[in-house]
């Protein structure tokens, strides 16, 4: 378990005491998990700060960084909650130990890289009290640099196919879409991007959270699907937009992001198909997985070769340790929700038919 060192808000007095967050007031807790990204916070927490929405607080879950960035909340933003770990505990771990010490009943987990429009929370907030069945949701993401651009990370809400291959309404592979409003509808998905991500705490904690052991990439996919293996939705809302500049953890040039992209999507169906569909695709990726590797190794990118080997080493030496997990599911593996899985093979529609937009897709094959 984590030590949190500093649980406190600045206090501009000059007390350095604890201070809870007003329950009369505060519905939902905006956090920022933040790790050596001193810039940024100073760059976009300004815009967060004036969102306009009554009853929230900005938190900023510092994950032991050695730049200055736990100076920087406390002196310049002391309306900012601040919770400092004491080592950098990645994406998901920093997130579960932070969120551990709120009380509001909702939670946004925004990256530090994303700028907000001041009415991008009362959408979201809106569609998630709607329905108590709604278990998260998700903005519009645009691209920082081009405005008119849907954004990697989660354009207007994120789908898989029969082979559990993510994309996004508006992102198929590396193709991104211009923003036309085409895709502007609220929609149920099959999940939202960790970028910015609105959640219903009770659902969050009683799942579990974010795998830890992913450590980076898909655990946002994970945590969805979990909450639709227990029956709720998940919806994309584009009234509300942000702006994601992108880049996240690793270089999409990075091995070590094939790497765990790799090893973490053989965890995901692992832990979330029920066993007969999981033989079928499991059997599939394994050829798939394959293919890629030759088709990287023909690009001259061997070490993108090397590390789709060692994802499928890792995964098989723990294959027990992921298989557990599947046991100790707190909801049934049911799928029995398949709001935003499309009943094709992404790669087939792509690479052989060249499609390229998410609306070329064949509506029929979706399994809503």
């Known amino acids: 378990m984590s030590k949190v060192t500093d649980l406190s808000t600045h206090n501009p007095k000059g007390k350095n005491e604890l201070l809870l ?27 967060v ?18 730049d200055g960035s736990a100076d920087l909340v406390r002196s310049k933003y002391p309306e900012v909650k601040l919770i400092q770990l004491d080592q ?48 998260a949701v998700q903005p519009k993401i645009l691209d920082y640099e081009n405005r008119n651009m849907l954004e990697y990370a989660g354009a207007s809400g994120g789908f898989i196919d029969k082979y559990a291959y993510p994309f996004c309404r508006g992102r198929i592979f590396n193709e991104l879409e211009a923003d036309n409003g085409q895709y502007n509808e609220e929609r149920k998905v099959f999940w939202a991007t960790g970028a910015a991500l609105l959640v219903r705490a009770e659902y969050y904690t009683s799942l579990g959270g974010l795998d830890e052991d992913f450590f980076a990439h898909m655990e946002e996919i994970d945590l969805c699907w979990r909450l639709k293996n227990a029956g709720k939705e998940v919806w994309v809302c584009p009234d509300a937009h942000v702006y994601h500049m992108g880049g996240g953890t690793l270089s999409s040039l990075s091995s070590r992001k094939t790497f765990l992209n790799f090893r973490n999507n053989l965890a995901l169906i692992t832990k979330n198909l029920p066993f007969g569909q999981w033989l079928r695709v499991f059997s599939v990726r394994l050829i798939l997985d394959g293919i890629a590797g030759c088709k990287f190794l023909m690009d001259g990118k061997p070490s993108h070769t090397l590390a789709i080997v060692k994802a499928h080493w890792s995964f098989f030496i723990r294959f027990g340790f992921w298989w557990n997990k599947r046991k100790k599911a707190p909801a049934p593996i049911s799928f029995r929700n398949h709001d935003g899985m499309f009943d094709l093979s992404l790669i087939y529609q792509h690479y052989a038919k060249g499609v390229r937009h998410f609306s070329e897709l064949d509506s029929t094959d979706s399994l809503t």
Do not use: C, H, R
């Open 21 to 47: 967050p007003d329950m009369s007031t505060n519905k939902v807790s905006i956090v920022i998990l933040n790790y050596n990204t001193k810039a940024l916070l100073d760059q976009f927490l300004p815009g």
């Open 49 to 66: 700060l004036e969102t306009n929405y009554t009853g929230f607080e900005v938190v900023v879950a510092d994950n032991a960084s050695q």
């Open 88 to 135: 950098n505990y990645g994406f998901a771990g920093g997130y579960n130990k932070a969120l551990a010490q709120l009380n509001t009943p909702y939670w946004v987990l925004l990256n530090s890289d994303v700028e907000v429009d001041p009415n991008w929370l009362e959408p979201l907030m809106q569609k998630m009290e709607s329905d108590n069945n709604i278990g």
